[in-house]
């Protein structure tokens, strides 16, 4: 049972303009969550988390934004360059899981120049 | 620091063979941890260990699954007998504490069970 979703397998954005990556989860008790970007041919490397105490989190270009009600988080790159396109993971975690980090089936981002 | 080192980059085998993947943590870093990524479920945890000893292996699919970590510096995922739905990328990562964002992974193993 996939906890954590992102239902868009693939998004395209013009350089400069806003990209939004969307994530869904299920369990009501995560309290963590991050994303993850990863380039072909390497590890996913850490970009940004957020806290359930929190709704916002940026970092540069880069913002998380929480929806707890909806349980659904996303991430917000502004303004997009090409050097963005890349597979964009979320994940979560709870302590009754052992904060173990569930994480989504990815987005694959492309930034046309 | 060379980062997490996974062997080999490329596994192509035959249904039936025994496989083994391989990994060196960052040194220094307590945890270390296997996890698969396939299209259909994402990133999945398979098994992870602090200081050596394997603390929660309940993502391991099934049997054919082992792993070992005979010491601070050396890891293998071994799948015996390898199946057609074993094919995946494999990624080991390595962190100073459990779970903790700061995770490194290697650059995956990417397997292809014939």
């Known amino acids: 049972d996939q906890q954590v979703k992102q239902n868009s397998p693939s998004l395209s954005v013009q350089e400069g303009r806003i990209s939004i990556l969307n994530c869904d989860y299920t369990?009501?008790?995560?309290?963590?969550f991050l994303w993850y970007k990863k380039y072909p041919a390497e590890g996913p490397t850490f970009l940004i988390s957020?806290?359930?105490?929190?709704d916002k989190n940026e970092d540069g270009r880069f913002t998380v934004f929480l929806n707890k009600s909806a349980k659904h988080l996303s991430l917000h790159i502004v303004p997009s360059q090409p050097g963005d396109s890349a597979v964009y993971f979320c994940a979560a975690s709870a302590p009754n899981t052992g904060n173990q980090f569930y994480f989504g089936t990815g987005t694959s981002l492309t930034v046309i120049p | 620091d060379a980062g997490v080192i996974q062997s080999p980059r490329h596994e192509v085998t035959e249904m039936g063979q025994e496989v083994t993947l391989r990994c060196k943590p960052i040194s220094g870093h307590d945890y270390l941890f296997w996890y698969r990524q396939t299209m259909m479920r994402g990133l999945e945890l398979l098994i992870y260990?602090?200081?050596?000893?394997?603390?929660?292996d309940s993502g391991m699919p099934e049997d054919r699954f082992s792993a070992k970590m005979p010491n601070a510096s050396f890891s293998t995922l071994k799948i015996q007998p390898s199946e057609p739905r074993d094919s995946a990328v494999y990624f080991c990562?390595?962190?100073?504490?459990?779970?903790?964002?700061?995770?490194?992974f290697g650059s995956g193993t990417q397997l292809s069970v014939l």
């Open positions: 957020i806290s359930s105490i929190k």
């Open positions: 369990n009501s008790m995560f309290d963590y």
């Open positions: 990562a390595s962190s100073l504490a459990p779970f903790n964002e700061k995770l490194f």
């Open positions: 260990f602090n200081n050596n000893v394997p603390i929660d």
